[in-house]
């Protein structure tokens, strides 16, 4: 079984990421945490990306869909991955499907955190004195958001025609949705 996670930023995709990967013995694939280590460690990468993650944007398809196919080819994680934050624009998703054809696996359920800007906004601001991500300024968030909006739903809506997803109460608290995570996922 594979999943993948949507959500804007802020919508928790990481904490339930974590939860699924725990509970159901999975591997969480966050394509951010992925990028934000490159960027700590002032890898080659890491110079390049940093510019294009603090305003918001998505950094080049070619650098993620390496990255992810690393972890798609490794046996250990053979149909045991978490696609937190990838697939983000229609070029992922088929980049995605062929990926997962290559190494003989498929996509088993699609969930979607649903939140709204003001929700965004509150736990950004809440997560920057925690977190301290440099991309968790209020108006990086708001462009975060849109770029979600724009080149992310499309992604969802490709998802949903495939009836592959579930839609969830973002909004609710964080146990009520490991909840509900849970059923959907024992359920398949
Ligand atoms: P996240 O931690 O998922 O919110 O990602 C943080 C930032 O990393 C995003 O705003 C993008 O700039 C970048 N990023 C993460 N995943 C991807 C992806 N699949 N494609 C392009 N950029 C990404």
């Given at each position: 079984?594979?999943?993948?996670?949507?959500?804007?930023?802020?919508?928790?995709?990481?904490?339930?990421?974590?939860?699924?990967a725990?509970?159901?013995?999975?591997?969480?694939?966050?394509?951010?945490?992925?990028?934000?280590?490159?960027?700590?460690?002032?890898?080659?990468?890491?110079?390049?990306?940093?510019?294009?993650?603090?305003?918001?944007?998505?950094?080049?398809?070619?650098?993620?869909?390496?990255?992810i196919?690393?972890?798609?080819?490794?046996?250990?994680?053979?149909?045991?991955?978490?696609?937190?934050?990838?697939?983000?624009?229609?070029?992922?998703?088929?980049?995605?499907?062929?990926?997962?054809?290559?190494?003989?696996?498929?996509?088993?359920?699609?969930?979607?955190?649903?939140?709204?800007?003001?929700?965004?906004?509150?736990?950004?601001?809440?997560?920057?004195?925690?977190?301290?991500?440099?991309?968790?300024?209020?108006d990086?968030?708001?462009?975060?958001?849109?770029?979600?909006?724009?080149?992310?739903?499309?992604?969802?809506?490709?998802?949903?025609?495939?009836?592959?997803?579930?839609?969830?109460?973002?909004?609710?608290?964080?146990?009520q949705?490991?909840?509900?995570?849970?059923?959907?996922?024992?359920?398949?």
């Open positions: 079984m594979n999943i993948v996670i949507f959500g804007p930023p802020g919508a928790g995709k990481g904490t339930q990421s974590k939860f699924i725990e509970k159901f013995n999975m591997y969480q694939l966050s394509t951010g945490d992925i990028l934000r280590k490159e960027m700590s460690k002032n890898t080659e990468i890491g110079k390049k990306i940093s510019s294009v993650i603090n305003t918001g944007s998505l950094v080049s398809d070619q650098i993620v869909s390496d990255m196919e690393k972890v798609i080819s490794n046996n250990d994680y053979h149909n045991k991955i978490i696609f937190d934050g990838y697939p983000r624009n229609l070029i992922q998703a088929k980049n995605l499907e062929n990926l997962l054809k290559k190494y003989k696996q498929k996509i088993s359920i699609v969930l979607k955190l649903s939140v709204s800007l003001e929700t965004v906004k509150k736990r950004i601001s809440e997560r920057k004195s925690l977190e301290k991500r440099t991309d968790d300024d209020k990086i968030a708001i462009k975060r958001y849109k770029t979600y909006e724009n080149s992310t739903e499309p992604v969802i809506e490709y998802y949903k025609k495939l009836n592959l997803l579930k839609v969830i109460d973002g909004e609710n608290s964080i146990d949705i490991n909840k509900e995570i849970s059923d959907i996922i024992s359920s398949i």
